[in-house]
C-alpha cells in the first residue's frame, strides 16, 4: 500500500529564515500531491496542489516542488513569519485523499 | 469564504451511548468526507459518500458507524454504540471534485471533539 513520510516531526527556524519540509513516498505515483496547514484543534486548511507534470508551483510566499523520480516534494516558506507556525501535512491523490503525519513547524522571533 | 460547517465542537459521551456528528458541506460541491485525528496521531480517512452512497471506506468504518445525507444539506456520521477508542477529533470535508479531475483541495470543517468516557 501507498506510503507517506514527511521526514521531520518538527522543525524551527529563525523568522525571517526559508523553512523547508520533506514529504516522500512510495508505492505510488499519484497524479498531484497536495499540502494543507492545521493549526491545533482546527481541521486541515488547504494550500496547494502541484501535478506531476509541474515542476513547481507557487503562491505568495509559498513554493512546492514535486519530482517523481525521487518520488518526493519538497514545501518552503520564505521569509518565514511567527504565524506561519502549525502543522503542515502533504497529502498523496487518491480516492480519498490520503495523509501524511505533518511536519510542525515553529517559526521564532 | 464557503465553508464546512460542524456540530456540535464538542461532545462527551458515555461507552455504548449513540452519537451523531453532524456537518453542512459546501453547497456546490459533490463529494463528502468524514476523517478522524486521533491526539497527537494523524488525519485518517473515515468513509467518502458520493451520489447519496458510500463510494470509499476505510478498515476503520465498520458496521458501527453509518453516513446519511438526510435533507440533501446535512450529512451525518453516527456511531451506534460508542467506545473509548473513539475519542478523536472528527472532520468533516468536502470538494468539488476527486482523484484526477481535482483542480482544488478538500474543505475541512472545524471538527468535532468526540470524548468517550
Known amino acids: 500500500s501507498q506510503k507517506i513520510e514527511q521526514n521531520s516531526e518538527a522543525l524551527n527556524i529563525q523568522e525571517g529564515k526559508t523553512a523547508t519540509l520533506t514529504c516522500n513516498y512510495t508505492n505510488y505515483s499519484p497524479a498531484y500531491l497536495q499540502w494543507y496547514r492545521q493549526d491545533p484543534g482546527r481541521g486541515p486548511v488547504f494550500l496547494l496542489l502541484i501535478r506531476e507534470n509541474e515542476k513547481e508551483k507557487r503562491k505568495e510566499r509559498l513554493k512546492v516542488t514535486f519530482d517523481t523520480t525521487l518520488k518526493q516534494s519538497l514545501f518552503h516558506i520564505t521569509a518565514s513569519q511567527p504565524a506561519d507556525s502549525a502543522t503542515y501535512l502533504c497529502a498523496l491523490e487518491g480516492t480519498p485523499l490520503v495523509f501524511g503525519k505533518g511536519t510542525r513547524l515553529s517559526v521564532i522571533a | 469564504e464557503p465553508e464546512v460547517t460542524q456540530t456540535p465542537s464538542h461532545q462527551v459521551t458515555q461507552m455504548g451511548q449513540e452519537v451523531i456528528l453532524r456537518c453542512v458541506p459546501i453547497?456546490?460541491?459533490?463529494?463528502f468526507y468524514w476523517y478522524r485525528q486521533i491526539l497527537g496521531q494523524k488525519v485518517e480517512f473515515l468513509v467518502s459518500?458520493?451520489?447519496?452512497?458510500?463510494?470509499?471506506k476505510s478498515e476503520i468504518f465498520d458496521d458501527q458507524f453509518s453516513v446519511e445525507r438526510p435533507d440533501g444539506s446535512n450529512f451525518t456520521l453516527k456511531i451506534r454504540s460508542t467506545k473509548l477508542e473513539d475519542s478523536a477529533m472528527y472532520f468533516c470535508a468536502s470538494s468539488e471534485g476527486q482523484g484526477q479531475i481535482m483542480n482544488y483541495g478538500y474543505t475541512f470543517g472545524s471538527g468535532t471533539r468526540l470524548t468517550v468516557v
Open positions: 453547497s456546490n460541491h459533490l463529494y
Open positions: 459518500f458520493y451520489n447519496n452512497e458510500i463510494s470509499e
